[in-house]
């Protein structure tokens, strides 16, 4: 049984595309590596304002829908500062 679609924009539709992203960057032969593309991916192309969504409805309801890489991604992109994420692509905000 497949799980039903979260609705666009909505916080468990952030969750879907992280694990999506995570799913992607799986491949890669080193976990490391694997995790520091995921943190780029979200750090280059979401808005702060979906990051901050997504951060604020794992506060809420926990991390357990979230696939370990990119819980993994997320805890890197807390340690580093803004000056060195990757600067936003321009593009709307699809949170």
Same mark, same amino acid.
């Given at each position: 049984?497949?799980?039903?679609?979260?609705?666009?924009?909505?916080?468990?539709?952030?969750?879907?595309?992280?694990?999506?992203?995570?799913?992607?960057?799986?491949?890669?032969?080193?976990?490391?590596?694997?995790?520091?593309?995921?943190?780029?991916?979200?750090?280059?192309?979401?808005?702060?304002?979906? +990051?901050?969504? =997504?951060?604020?409805?794992?506060? #809420?309801?926990?991390? @357990?829908?979230?696939? *370990?890489? $990119? +819980?993994?991604? =997320?805890?890197?992109?807390?340690? #580093?500062?803004?000056? @060195?994420?990757?600067? *936003?692509? $321009?593009?709307?905000?699809?949170?």
């Amino acid at each position: 049984m497949q799980a039903t679609p979260a609705p666009h924009g909505s916080a468990e539709h952030l969750v879907q595309m992280a694990n999506d992203i995570g799913n992607f960057f799986r491949s890669e032969p080193e976990r490391k590596n694997g995790i520091a593309g995921i943190a780029n991916h979200i750090a280059k192309f979401w808005t702060p304002r979906m +990051r901050q969504k =997504l951060l604020d409805h794992l506060k #809420q309801h926990g991390e @357990s829908e979230l696939d *370990e890489l $990119p +819980r993994e991604a =997320l805890k890197l992109l807390a340690t #580093q500062s803004p000056a @060195s994420r990757p600067r *936003e692509a $321009p593009g709307g905000d699809a949170g």
